[in-house]
């Protein structure tokens, strides 16, 4: 709907994970760095973990992509399930028959695959998302992957990515052993002001826009409303987008990101701190961004009806008008036609249009 009005090929601000619009910050350049080394040096356990919305996954994506050939991986996001279901959703997830088999049968099943690809010459990354929800039984499931290696290289890899509840359980006493297998891990936190702007432009030119279409004070309360935090920022981008379009608005000013924070739109917010000097801010309800996103989708479509709407309505008017104009200049024709003034109607006419 907005994409014509801004000249845009595509939504800019989407929420969901796409490489192609990885803003490396100076954070996020710091994460893809620390997991490229972990994986260069073939380290049995990676973490990843940030606040709701942060980038963590958008980041996991952008490294698996850039493996190449050399890697096998499988990406696990449904993480609400017991230590059996996350067995075969490994072997699912390598694209193994794991349906019928009993533990025994998935762990062997498992560990002759990753035989196999290491003697191919391939590794194997498997990496889960949103980790912060595995049981304790998963997690110690998980945790026995390590045990699959060979004399020298663990056969498998594995990078959990989560919330900061993850990283607390994991300086629990019970989750000690596999704490002591992570050999890296990074902190995700919100962009600064800087970064914030830098990031708008960034998914702005990807998306084929320009990169000054919001301007510096609409950048500043974005920031101050997200807190730097890239999926929230893309809630509030998108939304101004639509109602920029709504007011045929060439730039997205101040007062627009203000109408939305009017309209409670976003962005619901608590203070927290991480063990940095940095001090950055998470949503309170993570909830609120899918509710939000579905409600800026109907905003868009009552636009789009209203704009068809309004132009059908003028266009009846302009017709109105038009028949109307015409059956008056009948009427004056035949008025000085009756009166014996001929020459008359033109001047007539003349005259009313003057």
Do not use: W
């Not at 991480?274 to 579905?294: K, Q």
């Not at 309505?313 to 024709?333: F, K, M, P």
């Amino acid at each position: 709907m907005y994409l014509h009005f801004y000249h845009l090929s595509k939504k800019p601000f989407e929420l969901t994970p796409d490489p192609t619009f990885m803003f490396r910050s100076r954070k996020h350049q710091k994460a893809l760095s620390y997991l490229e080394y972990g994986l260069t040096e073939n380290v049995g356990f990676l973490l990843l973990t940030g606040d709701v919305g942060s980038g963590k996954t958008t980041t996991a994506k952008c490294i698996i992509q850039d493996l190449g050939r050399g890697f096998v991986t499988s990406f696990i996001s449904n993480t609400h399930a017991s230590s059996g279901q996350m067995l075969r959703m490994i072997l699912n997830g390598f694209g193994l028959p794991a349906r019928k088999l009993d533990k025994a049968a998935a762990r062997d099943l498992l560990e002759r695959f990753l035989l196999t690809m290491h003697q191919r010459g391939k590794r194997t990354l498997l990496v889960i998302d949103e980790a912060q929800n595995l049981s304790f039984k998963a997690l110690e499931e998980v945790r026995m992957l390590s045990n699959f290696q060979n004399e020298r290289n663990a056969l498998i890899q594995v990078l959990l990515i989560g919330q900061p509840e993850l990283l607390e359980a994991l300086k629990t006493p019970a989750m000690r052993q596999l704490a002591q297998r992570v050999a890296v891990h990074f902190h995700l936190t919100g962009l600064d002001r800087l970064e914030t702007a830098a990031y708008i432009a960034y998914r702005l030119q990807i998306a084929g826009g320009r990169s000054d279409l919001f301007t510096a004070a609409a950048v500043d309360k974005i920031h101050d409303m997200a807190c730097g935090i890239p999926r929230l920022i893309n809630l509030i981008c998108q939304a101004a987008l639509v109602y920029g379009f709504a007011d045929e608005s060439p730039v997205v000013s101040q007062d627009t990101i203000l109408q939305i924070a009017s309209d409670n739109l976003g962005i619901g917010i608590t203070t927290v701190t991480d063990d940095s000097t940095e001090t950055h801010t998470a949503p309170a309800d993570a909830g609120n961004v899918d509710r939000h996103a579905a409600r800026l989708t109907i905003i868009e479509r009552e636009i789009k009806s209203l704009k068809t709407m309004m132009a059908a309505y003028i266009r009846g008017l302009e017709a109105l008008i038009t028949s109307s104009n015409a059956n008056l200049i009948r009427q004056l024709v035949k008025v000085a036609q009756r009166d014996g003034h001929p020459s008359e109607p033109k001047g007539s006419v003349v005259r009313l249009r003057q």
